[in-house]
């Protein structure tokens, strides 16, 4: 079953308990989370989560863009996180090893994401116990940027990849989603759907939602 996941990011920060109630007929929140470092921009961190955990009861789908996620993983999951996604770019294969476990240890489920330059292979040491693979359609760090149609070759292998090694695996995409191009990243194999602008800048935001469903 495909799911929608509205991002906050293109929300109005100030009106984020009103925002996050207009997108309740969407299936999972997607929260980003940006450091400055990893990508340019900064963006929302553990106090707003935290915050947000207490106005919704939705699946807290929180995309950590931050450098050695390792540092953050107990806080988050504190916070009330259900899954977090770590980038495979953020830091050496301990630190992501790690990252994973703290996860277990905190019992949220555990997401590993990719830049649109990393290969889809990167995925294979860690794919075994994974809830999900992100894969990014847009460069991080901003909303309301243009899909990357080249990711949808990505999105086919990483499919590939989840049917061999853990076929209970998610795959999200991220980035330029809307109605044209989330039927491209479905048919290539994604089942999750996040979408910022094309949500939030819709003048209904759950007619988006139901459109994106398909
Ligand atoms: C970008 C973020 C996305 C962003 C997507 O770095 O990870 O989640 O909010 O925004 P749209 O859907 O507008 O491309
Ligand atoms: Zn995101």
């Avoid at 301990?94 to 997401?111: N, P, Q, T």
């Avoid at 899909?147 to 990483?158: E, H, N, P």
């Avoid at 809307?178 to 094309?198: F, W, Y």
């Amino acid at each position: 079953m495909i799911k929608i996941a509205p991002s906050i990011l293109s929300a109005d920060f100030a009106n984020l308990e009103r925002d996050i109630k207009r997108v309740s007929s969407a299936d999972w929140l997607h929260v980003d989370v940006m450091d400055g470092m990893f990508v340019p921009n900064i963006s929302i961190g553990i106090p707003v989560v935290k915050s947000i955990r207490k106005c919704t009861d939705m699946f807290l789908d929180v995309h950590l863009m931050i450098e050695k996620p390792v540092r953050y993983v107990e806080a988050f999951a504190k916070a009330g996180a259900d899954l977090l996604s770590i980038h495979l770019e953020a830091d050496g294969p301990s630190g992501i090893s790690e990252a994973l476990r703290l996860m277990d240890a905190c019992g949220v489920k555990k997401a590993v994401a990719l830049r649109p330059i990393t290969s889809p292979k990167a995925v294979i040491p860690y794919l075994e116990q994974l809830d999900m693979v992100l894969v990014m359609t847009v460069e991080p760090g901003f909303g309301g940027q243009s899909f990357m149609a080249d990711q949808l070759d990505t999105v086919a292998q990483i499919r590939s990849l989840i049917q061999q090694y853990n076929p209970a695996c998610r795959l999200e995409v991220d980035g330029g989603i809307n109605t044209e191009t989330a039927r491209r990243a479905v048919t290539a194999g994604a089942d999750t759907l996040v979408a910022g602008s094309a949500v939030y800048g819709a003048a209904d935001p759950a007619m988006a939602i139901s459109a994106l469903r398909g």
